[in-house]
């Protein structure tokens, strides 16, 4: 899996950073490693995580663009290609270049690829309209509407999520604080006590604990999903 070189600074960088965090707490090579490892790993898959919310928003807001660009457009013509390559340079790339051979084909492509019930509708009323006629307003008007909450309603989502994981984010690093100002606060008393294995031992399953939380605390605020949109 080809991972963006940001995405793979931001690896290394915590992993980095794990190792010496552990080496300074631990005192301990293995332990440092396989510390280092393992939040490297849990980093990466964070990242994809993070990647994938954020292509799902990014979906979200291109068919919401796209809908509202074309009911405009629609205002001032019965044809929908003619709508669609009036708005074609306001939209994204996803939707670049669409023929008119093979127009609402294409749109169903993306729609699947995009999986947001709302659009799916949408493009399946642009069908209707045009095999059968009629109204192109009560057509739409409903899959417009779950279009537009869908949007609403997921960065909302994310907005209230956002502050959950600025807390959550904050109440990890206080706890690393708590193991560091132990080391430095009483070093001659952390030497002694992680001179026996079984304090390394629990110092160590206090970090790897720590990680994982941490690490489905971040996987369950990148869960967005709204059931029905």
């Known amino acids: 899996m080809k991972i963006k070189t940001s995405n793979l600074i931001i690896i290394i960088i915590v ?3 794990s190792f010496i965090l552990g ?12 510390y280092c490892l393992i939040n490297g790993t849990l980093s990466f898959f964070m990242i994809k995580k993070k ?12 068919a919401y663009d796209f ?23 306001y939209l994204d790339y996803d939707f670049a270049n669409i023929s008119s051979d093979n127009f609402f ?5 993306i729609a699947t690829d995009y999986n947001l019930n709302g659009f799916k509708m949408y493009i399946n009323s642009l069908s209707i309209y045009d095999k059968d006629g009629g109204s192109y307003k009560h057509i739409q008007a409903i899959p417009t509407s779950i279009c537009q ?3 609403v309603y997921y960065h909302k989502l994310y907005s209230n999520k956002q502050i959950k994981l600025i807390e959550i984010t904050s109440l990890y690093i206080l706890w690393l604080c708590v193991l560091l100002f132990l080391k430095i606060s009483i070093p001659d008393f952390y030497k002694l006590m ?3 294995f079984l304090y390394i031992m629990l110092i ?17 605020f990148y869960k967005l999903k709204i059931r029905g949109l």
């Not at 080496?23 to 332990?31: A, D, H, K, V």
């Not at 990647?51 to 291109?62: G, S, T, V, W």
């Open 15 to 17: 992993t980095v950073i």
């Open 23 to 34: 080496y300074f707490l631990l005192n301990n090579l293995l332990f440092s490693f396989i």
């Open 51 to 62: 990647d994938k919310n954020k292509l799902l928003l990014k979906r979200i807001d291109n």
């Open 67 to 89: 809908v509202n660009l074309m009911n405009i457009q629609m205002l001032t013509t019965n044809s929908l290609f003619e709508s669609y390559k009036s708005i074609e340079n």
């Open 105 to 109: 084909d294409q749109l169903q492509d």
């Open 149 to 151: 909450k869908t949007k």
């Open 194 to 196: 992680i001179s026996e």
């Open 204 to 220: 160590f399953a206090l970090l790897i604990v720590g990680s994982i939380t941490f690490y489905f605390a971040i996987n369950n």
